[in-house]
């Protein structure tokens, strides 16, 4: 079936920035067909067996969320104000309480929200990550999923380091999906020996697949690596010959000008989580010297436990407030490229730009519709910064991945948020019973 949207403010977001004031956009059941302004076009050009009316809306591609542990909804404001909580419950909890049913139940929540949100790609990193894939499957995102591997004993695994045989069964398993793509997923840089994170990456190499982590994110992870090896997080790793165009470091908040051109003459990407970021004081990553040096960067919500959402627009505006307060310029950063981290520059991170993150013929139909009727989205001038300062996820009307329709008039399409939230919360009761012992936290 061919559909037609018109009648839209149309950022195509491709690199000529393109933006069609009374845009058309022409797709199948997969792919993009054609784009531009029905006007200069014959009638016969644009015809479809289905017409929707933008009725003025923003047409934009679909968001790219490159960071997150989507299965997390459960602890979302758990300890919200708790120093070191990662070490003090988080990992405790988790340990006692996720199973696969939860994971599961919790995956297809968040797969909801994030759908809600405009999110239609998602690269998430947690544990029993079959059942995140079953999710995500399930309800029709686009995913980009790692099995945890950590020097530890997890929910999924009693022995240290068993994600690593997880994740190459769960890779031999996906690994021809359209839209599900398993990855490599070592934690991070201190939760990982020098061995792990080599042998993850050799796993990475062997299928050709992208390899992330938790990299210059901690103090004490900075002080660890300069103590023990004389070097950042980042130069150890360049070092250890795990920084390559595969390769996505999350955080990077310490990230000095030494570590951003090994990472430029790598290959290696950057996942920008502003919100967690700056919710644990850890402080404001480097952004624009990043772009500056040649990095490629896309925006994560990370968990809701660490942000409390995973919608990007609440990413967009904080990018733009802290960039330009470390930089003490207004004008750094413009709507336009906080917009592009979201949408191509995430793509480019999951080197998958050539296939969605514009809207251009020949890429994936991921697309989303903003309404302008609502009273924040009122008078509009400038498109970028509507959806940067402007624009909250309830703005979301609809949603389309690979051409499927998965949100319309803001209402999910193939699944009920109110029996999701029904079916989490049934199955949250013994989580929440032993998260009690954590109390004086949380």
């Known amino acids: 079936m061919i559909t037609r949207i018109e009648h839209v403010t149309l950022l195509t977001m491709d690199s000529q920035g393109r933006v069609f004031s009374d845009g058309c956009v022409l797709f199948d059941e997969e792919k993009i067909l054609a784009v531009g302004d029905k006007n200069l076009f014959e009638e016969k050009f644009w015809e479809a067996d289905r017409v929707i009316n933008g009725r003025g809306g923003i047409l934009m591609p679909g968001m790219v969320n490159v960071h997150s542990h989507i299965p997390m909804i459960p602890f979302r404001s758990m300890g919200d104000d708790c120093p070191d909580r990662l070490r003090r419950f988080l990992f405790p909890l988790e340990l006692e309480a996720m199973t696969k049913e939860l994971v599961y139940a919790a995956s297809r929540y968040a797969v909801c929200e994030l759908l809600l949100a405009g999110v239609t790609s998602v690269l998430d990193m947690y544990y029993f990550e079959e059942q995140v894939a079953k999710a995500c499957d399930e309800l029709g995102i686009r995913a980009w999923l790692g099995e945890t591997v950590i020097g530890q004993e997890t929910c999924d695994s009693k022995a240290p380091y068993g994600g690593l045989d997880l994740c190459r069964a769960f890779i031999e398993k996906w690994k021809n999906h359209d839209r599900i793509h398993p990855i490599v997923a070592p934690h991070a840089t201190n939760t990982n020996s020098p061995q792990m994170l080599k042998a993850a990456h050799d796993l990475s190499e062997k299928y050709g697949v992208l390899y992330t982590l938790h990299a210059s994110e901690m103090d004490y992870e900075m002080s660890h690596f300069k103590e023990v090896y004389g070097q950042t997080p980042i130069a150890f790793l360049h070092d250890l010959g795990v920084l390559d165009e595969r390769t996505i470091a999350a955080h990077c908040i310490h990230a000095t000008e030494a570590d951003l051109r090994l990472m430029a003459e790598t290959g290696t990407k950057v996942a920008h ?51 330009k307060t470390k930089y003490h310029d207004r004008s750094a950063f413009p709507a336009k490229e906080i917009v592009e981290l979201g949408t191509i520059g995430g793509a480019q991170v999951l080197n998958a730009g050539d296939q969605i993150g514009s809207i251009e013929p020949g890429k994936k139909a991921d697309l989303v519709l903003l309404e302008t009727t609502s009273a924040n989205m009122f008078p509009l001038y400038n498109p970028y910064s509507a959806i940067v300062y402007s624009a909250i996820a309830s703005n979301v009307d609809s ?14 399409l193939y699944a009920d948020l109110h029996a999701e939230r029904s079916h989490l919360s049934a199955r949250m009761g013994r989580f929440q019973e032993l998260a009690l012992k954590y109390q004086d936290m949380i």
């Not at 404001?284 to 942000?307: E, F, N, Q, R, T």
């Open 399 to 412: 949603v389309w991945v690979q051409g499927r329709q998965l949100v319309r008039e803001k209402k999910l």
């Open 273 to 323: 989580c502003i919100g967690s970021n700056t919710k644990a004081g850890k402080g404001i990553c480097p952004v624009l010297d990043m772009k500056k040096a040649g990095v490629a960067v896309g925006l994560g919500s990370d968990g809701p436990s660490s942000g409390n959402t995973l919608d990007l627009f609440t990413q967009f505006k904080m990018v733009a407030c802290f960039q």
